[in-house]
């Protein structure tokens, strides 16, 4: 089992359950935006947030985003120590890549997170790896890692998080499970530059949903090109799939439908979609094209809402509580998902 390591009072690692977080695509110098973005992420179960702290506006920035917000804040530094030692003050965790800084600067930037004690995640990418490594990706990333790792034991700091994250699924799967064969720090699990919409999540889905399936694995960042409220939607979604998190808000099962559907199915769950996503509940709703396999096909949900001809049919737990009109059916169904 891996170490328990504590981030602004949300522990990772050992027993706890697995972080969903995410990374804003703001400038972090624009406090108004990235609060903002901030609070849609925490409104959808972000429990974690990193900003990028290239420049020395984005450290200054900082201080106000933390008061702002109600997550843990994250630094994401490269390079330049000194900016790590700006940001310290105001965040919870520091991401480094200790490889690309100077030794005597990491050394003051780790003695600094150890007088704050807050922890660093050693995150190595093969994008981004030591040039004199040797060896297959997956070889270069485990060497790396031992590199940073042993960098940051020698300087006495042990509060420390992995991520090894490369584009591709099957390098990132090998170098996740040759690493905690040997190490026990908390693992953050990511797929990296996998892309946006159907791509990415797919892609991050095969690789994490393989991990997590083995144990592996203690807060995760599903990397997606877009809006960072789709990336916490995508880990909740894996997460529920595993039957390892409930989702926050409700999981909505919809058939492909086929010649027995007499509606816009499509249409129809898009519209319950819309006017249900508000709700923070982990109620389960199927909706589903007829009546005839409708109910069997969606035991597992809450709540159901059929289609025959032009009828709609609620049901609950398999039986039909109620009969309504097609143009009805919408606002009835959304309004029995909110009561519940
Ligand atoms: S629920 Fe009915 S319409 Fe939908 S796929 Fe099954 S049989 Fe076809």
Known sequence: MSKVVNIGGVLIGGDNPIRVQSMCSTKTSDVNATVAQIKELEDCGCEIIRVAVPDIESAKALAEIKKQINIPLIADI?????????????????????????????????????????PIRVGINAASMEKDL????????????????????????????????????????????????????????????????????IRSSVAMGILLNEGIGDTIRISLTGDPVKEVEAAYEILNALHLREKPSPTIISCPTCARCSVDLDKIVSQVKEKIKHVKKPIKIAIMGCEVNGPGESKGADLGLAFSNSKGFIFKD???????????????????????
Request: glycine share 10%; proline share 2%; charged share 25%.
């Open 134 to 201: 040797v060896g297959s990706t997956v070889d270069k990333m485990i060497k790396s890692v031992e590199q940073n790792i042993k960098l940051l034991e020698e300087l006495e700091f042990f509060d420390i998080v992995v991520a090894l994250k490369s584009s591709d699924v099957i390098e990132t799967i090998e170098a996740y499970k040759t690493f905690v064969d040997k190490y026990d720090y908390p693992i953050h699990l990511g797929l990296t530059e996998a892309g946006g919409g159907v791509e990415g999540a």
């Open 78 to 118: 490269h390079f330049d120590h000194k900016l790590g030692i700006l940001s310290i003050p105001h965040i919870d965790k520091l991401r480094i890549n200790p490889g690309t800084m100077h030794k005597d600067g990491l050394k003051e930037l780790v003695n600094a997170a150890k007088e704050k004690g807050i």
């Open 318 to 340: 398999g039986t039909v509580i109620k009969e309504v009109s097609l143009d009805s059916a919408v606002d009835i169904f959304v309004g029995l998902v909110v009561q519940w």
